[in-house]
């Protein structure tokens, strides 16, 4: 709709009087016209909006980059543990960077703002404000500490945001779900043969064992892990975890750089052996033997320097066991049980069934739900913590 504007024009009324009208001087009377079209020149009139689109544009921008440090920076989300130490760090100095050209763009127009109506007005606190200087002079006590202090903080922060080194983040891996879990060595050794892997999962509580002081004579108050899958429940009682899959593992190790680590923590199950006292009391009675009797000795080893039979060095070691069952039901593993026995060189009419009777140890064997972490790093994999449910899983 175009706007009309009224213009005044004053035109001299001459009227008859006694004198010379040069004398007088002209008399003028008002007269109003419309013009329909303003002049370019001095703008169209308009209202200003309470909320300017930029300054509303630059706050939510402002805001919604708060929202994203703080989701790349929580551990609790699985985003840091994505992007990583380097690029956690490239994001944050960008979010960074766009808070402070927002800032630029609202803070002067705001202290202006505060300055016309709740400070003194003078010229000196304007310049200095719009020149954002603190150094301005005459400049009020409080508007150079606020530029100050404006001027320091991205400055700051560019420098402070580096030194967070190291921290934890939390990822749920959906690759790493209970499937990939099964009674396993650490890699390197899964084609060797199950004398080795024993060795390598029980050489770490023995060097530990070895010294009284390490292992106290009651066992330790709290399950203890060792190795890679192993943790000591107590004097009695031991679990084998199941390890997470040779090649899920070494994927993730490939994952990691120098300086990184994970530790993953899973819900799996584990072997848990507990030793049974009973058979202390009972190694001549036939009736307790008479259940095992069908079931031969699995293993009848020598172990001796130059492998000299009944050597005076050499010792025989003896297996019995049954239902180390290949599937995970329950049932196929309450009633497992294992005998182990080791003895040295004997003569006469002994045979090698009564030596061993006479030293072995009995072992019931039970599947049960662990919570374990392990700690992973490129070279290395090491079983942290862990704790047994003592009930069979479902």
């Excluded at 009224?6 to 003028?28: D, M, N, W």
């Excluded at 703008?43 to 994203?68: E, H, N, Q, R």
């Excluded at 084609?191 to 330790?220: C, H, W």
Aim: charged letters at 15%.
């Amino acid at each position: 709709m175009a706007r009309s504007a009224v213009a005044t024009s004053y035109q001299p009324i001459t009227e008859s009087t006694g004198e010379e009208p040069s004398q007088l001087g002209p008399r003028h009377e008002i007269q109003q016209f419309t013009i329909d079209t303003p002049s370019p020149h001095i703008g169209i009139p308009a209202s200003k909006s309470t909320f300017d689109l930029k300054d509303t544009l630059s706050v939510v921008t402002a805001l919604l980059c708060l929202i994203a440090g703080v989701i790349i920076i929580d551990p609790r989300l699985p985003y840091a543990a994505d992007l990583g130490f380097t690029n956690q760090i490239i994001a944050i100095g960008f979010i960074l960077g766009v808070m402070n050209q927002c800032l630029q763009r609202i803070l002067p127009f705001l202290f202006l703002l505060v300055e016309a109506r709740y400070g003194q007005s003078t010229l000196q606190n304007f310049e200095g404000i719009l020149r954002w200087s603190p150094f301005t002079d005459r400049l009020g006590y409080i508007w150079r500490t606020c530029l100050i202090l404006l001027l320091v903080l991205p400055l700051a922060l560019s420098i402070l945001y580096k030194q967070y080194l190291g921290g934890v983040a939390t990822k749920t891996l959906p690759s790493m779900e209970r499937a990939f879990y099964t009674p396993t060595g650490p890699p390197g050794m899964r084609d060797m043969s199950a004398v080795l892997i024993m060795a390598n999962a029980t050489q770490p509580f023995l060097t530990v064992a070895k010294n009284d002081r390490n292992y106290p004579e009651n066992g330790f108050a709290q399950p203890q892990p060792f190795g890679f899958n192993t943790i000591i429940l107590s004097n009695t009682s031991a679990v084998a975890i199941d390890g997470p899959v040779t090649a899920r593992l070494l994927e993730l190790q490939q994952e990691l750089e120098d300086q990184e680590s994970i530790q993953l923590t899973a819900t799996v199950r584990g072997t848990v052996v507990t030793y049974d006292p009973t058979l202390d009391n009972q190694r001549n009675d036939s009736d307790y033997w008479a259940p095992y009797e069908d079931l031969s000795l699995l293993e009848a080893a020598n172990y001796a320097p130059g492998n000299v039979k009944d050597g005076p060095y050499g010792f025989n070691l003896g297996i019995r066991y049954k239902g180390l069952s290949a599937g995970d039901g329950p049932e196929q593993w309450n009633n497992s049980w294992l005998f182990v026995g080791t003895w040295g060189p004997h003569g006469g009419n002994t045979s090698d069934e009564e030596s061993w009777k006479q030293a072995a140890m009995r072992f019931d064997l039970a599947r049960h739900n662990c919570t374990v972490s392990w700690f992973i790093t490129k070279g290395s994999v090491d079983l942290q913590d862990g704790t047994v449910t003592l009930d069979h899983f479902h």
